[in-house]
């Protein structure tokens, strides 16, 4: 027998012996492990999509492969200024693709707006909201000439406190960040721009991300149930709300890249979730060709030309990937396009509106609409959360004379949208509050910066039309009342009248994409608070904040009446903070997130992983707490949060009663689903199988809205988790009903034999409240 026959027969045994080893016996398979999943399927079509795939099929019927290769891969072009362009094909009239940044508001453009960003979003727990700004950041996209709007952020979901970007996405809880996922997509995409919900998947760390020097991208290395039960989840309402697209990202899952991972595209995506889009790259994020074709990757960025492009037509012709493969890619990307109503008309040209350099002569093209001033406003006012209000510090009552202090305060000394990150470079407070991230990927700004914060930095900053900084606001509403205003943004120890009626100190805790933030409090900050609480009786602290903040070190502190985290308000920041200091407006927002005591309470999770020991060249991040993340977490471990998640107070007191369960007869409780996958996974799902009612009244003397909370406890699982919410606004003496449809998967667990959602036969404590510790509502729901 020759050698290469011999090897030939080994190799074959070695396959047979790695298909064996791929049969899932049970969950610790997948830890650090990333089982292949071939060939990529094609789109199994939905009704929905039906009849835009029939469109599509019959277009890239027409084309010759380089014209379906040419879909697939980014061009470089200087004609405008997206953040990635598929080129026209002008034989039969395809005007190409426009991509652009980002999920908070269309970015780098004049004439757009600067909108309340994904964390504010998180804690408004405001569907409606959420589905209302998505509308309205799409009009500008699609005005704009854009197609694929690149968001919204579900990933990260925040695992670790310190991510730079954990404030580009909703919230860690993954229900929460999934219902405002759903509502952003049916949004955006009924005005016909095709989200691209990224980044796809457990992309947990900007430490890392990408490859630096001899260093890999990081591997999230993480099992199979908290997969689905935490990181994919709100991917699943994303592809249920229908969205065409999905980024995969920089990281690798299980040691392999996200961007050529076949268990996370060709299976949980494409097969469990029946995904009908296509999947992009992250920018650069792609590592091979070949291998990222099959594993179902479909559009490279923001260049087909390093993997794909001519080598992608050879390996079709060589055989190494299918002829089929390229059909489903092309397939998809047009489907997608037909589907949202791109090849209308009077869907504006890819590009139109989006100057490569907006300082050089251009057409203006107006995005804004007065029309979203409303809920511009509304989506500042609703992300800020009371979370301190000793001795009715607020709302201030007829103040004569406030002092206002603190480097978040003023507008920025300049704004020009040419610059297109607006809020980083020479925008530091200098190297008290600066740091330099060696062991990022790239040089970091500081925690804190200089002017108020309307987004975070990097692709996910959006541009204001103007900004309402806290400082003019206070200001007009002084001239208003006639009420005196003293300032001073620059001393840390700054002089204070002590007999000011109140004293603002308004500060930021910045982050932004590329780096994540050195700590989760600093020293300079901290002494501006201390400083104006030792000389000031009624010391009122706000942090924008686009990070998790501490705020141990002062908030115990007797002058320190109140505090807000103010979180990334857009535009209109500074209007709605005064509106709310004074009461025009109530408090309504909650932390969707917790913030804890002590960085020692995150376990670990409070800073990115870095390479060490035998790592040192492949960094690893293992997600070995599981699902026990954030309150999941400090419910377990018993450690009380300085403010847990769900938390905020209101200018009224609220009162829940009644609570009631009632079991849907009409829906089967088997243990598992049987329905056809639909997007987003099996049909029956969604099916009601009991809905929890209760009532709310206004008990305080003021109108307001309250986040009605409902947490189940499923057996095995975390003691509680959040599986609904409703805010209804109240008069006083206001009294609503609320309703909590519990569906087959929010009572389910991911059984990682069966590969399946299992309901379980048992108990379920059921807790509805206003907080996820202060839920004075208990019952039990029984499935049997
Ligand atoms: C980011 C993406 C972004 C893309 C295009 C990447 O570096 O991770 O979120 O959409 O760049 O700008």
């Known amino acids: 027998m020759s050698s290469s026959v011999l090897y030939g027969i080994l190799g074959l045994l070695a396959c047979q012996a790695a298909a064996q080893a791929d049969v899932i016996t049970d969950d610790s398979y997948f830890y650090g492990d990333s089982p292949p999943f071939y060939p990529s399927p094609n789109a199994t079509v939905s009704s929905n999509w039906a009849a835009a795939y029939e469109k599509a099929r019959a277009f890239v019927g027409q084309l010759t492969l380089e014209e379906k ?7 470089r072009q200087s004609e405008n200024g997206c953040s990635g362009s598929i080129a026209a094909i002008p034989r039969v009239n395809f005007p190409g693709l426009c991509l652009s940044d980002a999920g908070n508001g269309i970015r780098s453009v004049d004439y757009a707006t600067s909108w309340a960003s994904g964390w504010s979003v998180g804690a408004s727990f405001n569907r409606e909201l959420a589905h209302k700004r998505a509308v309205g950041i799409a009009s500008e996209f699609r ?14 979901l925040g695992r670790v406190a310190e991510n730079g970007r954990n404030w580009e996405g909703f919230s860690n809880d993954p229900y929460l960040c999934g219902a405002l996922a759903y509502e952003t997509v049916q949004g955006s995409q009924s005005v016909g721009v095709i989200t691209s ?36 989840w709100p991917f699943q309402d994303a592809v249920h709300a229908g969205t065409g697209n999905i980024m995969c990202s920089y990281n690798q899952i299980n040691g392999s890249w996200a961007c050529q991972n076949s268990w996370a595209m060709n299976n949980l995506l494409k097969t469990e979730l029946g995904f009908q889009g296509f999947v992009v790259s992250d920018w650069g994020g792609q590592h091979s060709g070949v291998a990222s074709a099959n594993a179902g990757l479909d559009m490279v960025m923001p260049t087909g030309s390093t993997y794909w492009g001519d080598n992608l037509t050879l390996a079709v012709t060589n055989g190494s990937v299918t002829a089929a493969r390229v059909d489903d890619m092309a ?54 959360v009371l979370v301190k209000n000793a001795n009715n510090a607020l709302p201030l009552q007829s103040p004569q004379l406030i002092s206002l202090y603190g480097y978040s305060a003023k507008t920025p000394d300049s704004f020009y949208v040419g610059n297109g990150e607006w809020n980083e470079g020479d925008y530091s407070l200098g190297e008290n509050a600066t740091y330099t991230a060696a062991n990022s990927v790239e040089e970091g ?15 996910g900053a959006n541009m204001p039309m ?11 509403r002084a001239q208003e009342d006639y009420t005196g205003l003293y300032w001073d943004f620059e001393s840390t120890d700054p002089e204070v009248d002590p007999t000011s009626d109140a004293c603002i100190v308004d500060v930021n805790a910045f982050a932004s994409e590329g780096w994540d933030r050195p700590n989760l409090h600093d020293d300079y900050t901290d002494s501006i608070i201390l400083n104006v609480a030792a000389k000031c009786a009624n010391t009122i602290v706000v942090f924008q904040n686009a990070g998790a903040r501490l705020v141990d070190t002062f908030i115990d502190h007797p002058n320190v009446t109140a505090l807000i985290f103010a979180h990334v308000p857009g535009q209109d920041s500074g209007k709605a903070l005064v509106s709310l200091l004074y009461g025009d407006e109530n408090f309504s927002g909650k932390m969707p997130y917790s913030i804890p005591k002590n960085e020692s309470d995150y376990a670990g999770l409070d800073a990115p992983s870095l390479p060490e020991g035998e790592f040192a060249y492949f960094p690893q991040s293992n997600f070995s707490e599981g699902v026990y993340i954030d309150y999941r977490a400090f419910d377990a471990k018993n450690i009380t949060p300085r403010y847990e998640f769900g938390f905020g107070l209101s200018y009224t007191t609220f009162a829940f009663s009644g609570l009631n369960v009632a079991l849907n007869g009409s829906v089967s409780t088997a243990s598992y689903p049987t329905g056809q996958i639909v997007e987003g996974g099996q049909e029956d799902l ?23 909370q409902l947490y189940v406890g499923i057996p095995g699982g975390p003691v509680k988790q959040l599986r609904g919410f409703e805010k209804p606004v109240l008069e006083v003496n206001g009294t609503a009903s609320l309703t909590f449809p519990l569906t087959r998967r929010d009572l389910s667990s991911w059984d990682t034999v069966a590969q399946k959602w299992e309901l379980q036969q048992g108990s379920y404590p059921l807790y509805v409240g206003s907080s996820s510790r202060d839920l004075p509502l208990t019952g039990t729901l029984t499935i049997s």
């Open 69 to 75: 290769v040419n879909l697939t891969g980014g061009v």
């Open 143 to 156: 005005k704009k000439g854009s197609n694929i709007a690149l968001g919204p952020v579900v990933g990260p």
């Open 197 to 232: 919900v990224k980044h796809f998947v457990a992309y947990e760390q900007e430490t890392y991300r990408n490859p630096v020097g001899n260093v890999s991208s990081v591997s999230s290395n993480l099992d199979d149930k908290t997969m689905h039960e935490l990181y994919l």
């Open 331 to 384: 397939t998809r990307i047009i489907a997608a396009w037909y589907q949202m109503g791109q090849d209308s008309s009077d869907y504006p040209a890819p590009g139109s509106g989006i100057p490569y350099d907006v300082s050089a002569p251009h057409e203006k093209v107006i995005g804004w609409d007065k029309s979203y001033k409303d809920i511009v406003y509304q989506g500042a006012l609703e992300g800020h």
């Open 445 to 459: 700004t500081g925690i804190a910066v200089n002017g108020t914060i309307i987004s975070g930095g990097g692709s």
């Open 466 to 476: 103007y900004i309402s900084s806290p400082f003019e606001a206070l200001t007009a």
């Open 686 to 708: 969604w099916d009601v199988v009991a809905t929890v009612t209760a009532s709310i009244t206004n008990t305080g003397s003021v109108k307001g809205a309250e986040v009605a």
